[in-house]
């Protein structure tokens, strides 16, 4: 590990102690929203448009998916826009396109707003001036991925207060009427991804990184497209994985921190290091394989903040 890499380890872990109170109330929102929506689910369903590289027009050359494009960017635009979706889900059936009605701050003693449902990594004081600007940066990269709208012009007072959610598909090229956000029907098996309950009610949604959890609804994705592959595990080469789900190198590495967190079992080559580098060639002919994957059932079940944490802490040199 570089040094360089090992300074943003230590920065994170420490984080995550030194907000932990911040993480678990946010955790609490998405437990009251759970209890009180009235759509009990084990599952979230999350098309699996979100990772999939979109057409390319004429400019763009550049394969990316909705989910591959916000995972390398600071901030909680990904983290966000799959609240939204458990914020929908937990209150509407599926089939319902929904009207995304919270307010960007709570007021008084009302419904949780947008802000409200992240944690407060912010040193403002009043704290409410940072929870503000988190969730606005959040929306406006929403907005620019075609995966929300913003009401109203820039200045004006309120805008944030009218968000509306869009599909999945990231697609600017669609009436926005069209493509308000539904929830996905149960025979939309072969479309979605589904994402435990536990992946929100234990805080994994707000402590993975938007690289994190691009990477790993790419491996949920490819288990569901090839689901005879499970016992050896999925796997996609480099140049298909960049074309079909936009992942680059950077945002793929973070496949170590996953398996390290418990949340998937890399299969590794034996001729590699853990870091992924060769070690030994079986012939003058050898050609690297890409690592294979499965998810392990339960993963999301342990705590994310002390389980990733823990691990971040455990990797550093004694």
């Known amino acids: 590990m570089s040094r360089r890499d090992l300074e943003r380890q230590v920065a994170r872990a420490d984080a995550l102690r030194q907000h932990a109170a911040a993480y678990e109330r946010a955790r609490g ?56 979706i458990f914020d929908a889900q937990s209150r509407r059936p599926a089939g319902a396109t929904v009207d995304h009605a919270r307010p960007l701050h709570r007021a008084g003693t009302g419904p949780a707003g947008w802000a409200d449902l992240l944690p407060t990594i912010t040193q403002t004081d009043p704290p409410r001036a940072g929870m503000r600007r988190q969730a606005v940066h959040a929306l406006n990269l929403l907005e620019r991925q075609h995966l929300a709208v913003i009401a109203g012009r820039g200045g004006v007072a309120g805008r944030y207060d009218g968000v509306q959610f869009l599909d999945e598909t990231g697609d600017g090229t669609r009436h926005t009427w069209l493509r308000r956000y539904s929830i996905p029907r149960a025979d939309a098996a072969g479309e979605v991804v589904q994402l435990p309950k536990a992946f929100f009610l234990n805080g994994w949604v ?10 790993y609804l790419m491996i949920l994705d490819l288990r569901a497209r090839y689901p005879e592959s499970g016992r050896d595990g999925v796997f996609k080469v480099a140049a298909q994985r960049v074309d079909r789900y936009g992942v680059r190198r950077d945002v793929y590495a973070t496949h170590g921190q996953l398996a390290g967190y418990g949340l998937i079992h890399r299969l590794d080559d034996p001729a590699r290091s853990a870091d992924g580098r060769i070690i030994r060639r079986s012939s003058p002919r050898y050609t690297r394989q890409p690592y294979r994957f499965r998810t392990i059932s339960g993963g999301f079940d342990r705590p994310a903040l002390t389980t990733v944490s823990t691990y971040l802490r455990s990797q550093l040199p004694a």
């Open 29 to 84: 929102e998405l437990g009251e929203i759970y209890e009180v929506g009235g759509r009990i689910r084990s599952h979230y369903a999350i098309r699996s448009d979100l990772v999939h590289t979109r057409p390319r027009s004429g400019a763009d050359s550049s394969p990316s998916s909705p989910a591959g494009a916000l995972a390398p960017l600071k901030g909680w635009a990904l983290q966000l826009y799959l609240i939204s």
């Open 206 to 215: 707000h402590v993975l990184t938007a690289a994190e959890i691009t990477t």
